[in-house]
């Protein structure tokens, strides 16, 4: 079984920033891609970033030059640096984890409000 903790979440000025981690637990035989997705209250699930076993990386166009995704593999953990936050980056982010099984896992969720 794999679980997955993030951390980091919380209330921040517009303007400021936020550093999510995400850590993988379990029975893990091999990570592919780790990703970051967000959902916001009446909104879909959408994805934020996304970084493969290659450090090849993707963002939402939103997020682009603001966030920065990173993993560390020897600790199975993801992070996404967040700067430059905006009221509509408000959210609950979500980590996800695919195995090269294809095996897909998500943690439960932090919490991220950007409010004055």
Known sequence: QVQLVESGGGLVQPGGSLRLSCVASGTIKSINV??????????????????????????????????????????????????SLKPEDTAVYYCNLITTAGRNYWGQGTQVTVSS
């Open 34 to 83: 780790m990703a970051w997705y967000r959902q916001a209250p009446g909104k879909q699930r959408e994805l934020v970033a996304a970084i493969t076993r290659g450090d090849s990386t993707n963002y939402v166009d939103s997020v682009k030059g603001r966030f920065t995704i990173s993993r560390d593999n020897a600790k199975n953990t993801v992070y996404l640096q967040m700067n």
